[in-house]
Each structure stands twice: as C-alpha cells, then as structure tokens.
C-alpha cells in the first residue's frame, strides 16, 4: 500500500488493515533486506581473505617455514623428517627478496636410525602468497652429512 492510498483510509480502516500493510513497515522490511544482502556480501569478501598473505615481504619465520618444505622435498624418507621449531639463523635481504637460511633436520636413514644433518637454503621472493612454494625461486640447497 502506498502513502497516498493509506492518506485516504479512515480510521476504521487503518485498525482494520494488517500491520504489514502500513507503507512506513514495508519501506522498513526493504531497506533491511537490502541491508542484510549487503553486510552479507561484505562478511564474505573479508573471510574469503582472511588467509591472503600478499602486499607484504615475508620475515625470517615464514622463509623459514617454507625453506623447511624445500628441505623436506630433498630428503630420502620425507615423513620421518623432523625439524626444530624455532633454532634457524637467517640472512634476510628484503631489499633484494633474497632470504639465507640454515638450520638442522633429524632424518630416518636407511638402517632405521635417526641421523642429523645441517642444511643451508637460498631462496628469493618472487611475491604473492608467501605460504605459497611457487611464489619462491629455490637458488642453492646444502644438506650436509649426517652428523652424529
């Protein structure tokens, strides 16, 4: 119903008439509608980026988690492979996307037992998704000898 039409109505109509039918209550349903798409549409464009690691150089601790997935690629029994959590050095250059890390790998060899090696990692930034391995160029992986 429309303001004109309700404008015309006497007052035993308008007590008649549901209250969904008041113009005030319709244009109020609408522009909450229209409210609720919106805010919808604007909740999935932030969680659908909650995860994008872009417009922004990797530090030192995301290099090392993926020079650890690099190493584990190299390795003989990649499952078995066990890395420290946080002992690493790191040469990091953001100037240049060059990231230097080094670190050491606890691997099950043929014979069954644990040997641990040192490894070294150059890699460069390309950009994009740091968690991502094809936004990374591999330069030089060292894995030493085992050592015991």
């Known amino acids: 119903m429309r303001y004109a039409e309700w404008k015309n109505l006497n007052d035993e109509q ?3 008439a549901h209250w969904r039918h008041h113009p005030r209550v319709r244009i109020a349903t609408l ?3 229209l409210f609720s798409i919106v805010f919808i549409v604007f909740l999935l464009g932030v969680f659908r980026n909650r995860r994008v690691h872009v417009n922004r150089k990797p530090n030192n601790k995301e290099a090392f988690a993926i020079a650890k997935a690099f190493v584990k690629d190299r390795v003989k029994q990649p ?3 066990g890395f420290s959590k946080n002992d690493f050095r790191s040469d990091v250059d953001t100037a240049k996307n060059s990231y230097n890390i080094s670190s050491y790998v ?3 060899d043929s014979t069954g037992k644990f040997t641990k090696s040192q490894w ?3 890699l460069a ?3 994009g998704d740091w968690a991502d391995k094809n936004s990374w160029k591999l330069i030089d992986i060292r894995i030493s000898n085992p050592t015991k």
């Open 14 to 16: 308008r007590k008649n």
């Open 31 to 33: 522009f909450s509608i």
């Open 79 to 81: 499952e078995t492979a």
């Open 106 to 108: 606890n691997v099950q």
């Open 120 to 122: 070294q990692v150059k």
């Open 125 to 127: 930034y390309t950009g």
